[in-house]
């Protein structure tokens, strides 16, 4: 993965769970990497410590993705800093689970602003820079929820649909300099996935996939790198499941 050093890496969502794996993982690979947060100060500044520590380059910084204003103020930052975006990772997510008849307004714009809006803020304006720049890769962390549907997760699974369809818009209009995809996760052994099911509901997910586990974030962070390398140079517009088989259940 060499072919990473001095490439400039956008994360958001980026001081926890998957985000803090990702950040770790282009680091090592030589990546000067950019950890978005929203609240968790602490947990970005640890990161790029930690990073810093190996020799690497990081920095934290914060941005409600859902403003405009702040995702500009943002991307200059990491311009003025690295000299551009070359892999925008839109990570952040989040999830309010609740049963659709109950399911409030105010929870149906908190999940759109991060899961939706918030990649579609930020990749417009890195996606200028990477267009006047020659090149450029977007990774949209998506969900098998956006095609393959539970209940309580209405806001969660039509956020996640749309944005598997803003992969593809972006991928049109974008290209041919930049390419965009999705990474459409299935169930990752986390925290999270622990908190959200009871262990019964995580023993039938495994059995109702070919691989019969869940995957984690080490395994899930060497996808998508292998997605933003050279590798993967033609590959473009694409939602790709990443979920042990689930969607042919």
């Not at 956008?10 to 985000?19: A, D, M, Q, V």
């Not at 609240?39 to 941005?63: L, W």
């Not at 090149?135 to 969900?143: K, Y």
């Amino acid at each position: 993965m060499s072919q990473f050093s001095n490439k400039s890496v956008l994360i958001t969502g980026g001081s926890g769970g998957l985000g803090r794996q990702l950040a770790l993982d282009f680091a090592r690979a030589g990546a000067k990497v950019t950890v978005n947060y929203s609240s968790s100060r602490a947990a970005a500044d640890e990161i790029v410590a930690q990073i810093e520590e190996t020799g690497g380059q990081a920095m934290a910084c914060q941005a409600d993705i859902s403003s405009a204003q702040q995702v500009k103020n943002m991307v200059e930052k990491v311009v003025a800093a690295y000299g551009g975006v070359d892999i925008l990772i839109n990570n952040a997510g989040l999830s309010l689970d609740a049963p659709f008849l109950e399911l409030s307004e105010s929870d149906w714009d908190r999940v759109m602003n991060v899961n939706l809006k918030g990649p579609f803020l930020l990749s417009q304006v890195v996606g200028g820079h990477m267009v006047a720049a020659g090149q450029g890769r977007i990774i949209n962390i998506s969900a098998t929820s956006a095609i393959q549907a539970r209940s309580g997760n209405a806001n969660y699974a039509a956020s996640k649909a749309g944005l598997n369809m803003l992969t593809q818009s972006m991928a049109l209009e974008l290209g041919p300099e930049v390419t965009v995809n999705a990474v459409g996760l299935g169930f990752v052994d986390s925290p999270l996935v622990r908190e959200l099911f009871s262990s019964e509901e995580i023993q039938q997910a495994k059995e109702n996939v070919p691989v019969k586990r869940m995957t984690t974030y080490e395994e899930t962070s060497a996808f998508v790198l292998m997605l933003a390398s050279d590798t993967a140079s033609f590959v473009t517009g694409q939602t790709i499941p990443f979920d042990g088989g689930r969607v042919m259940r």
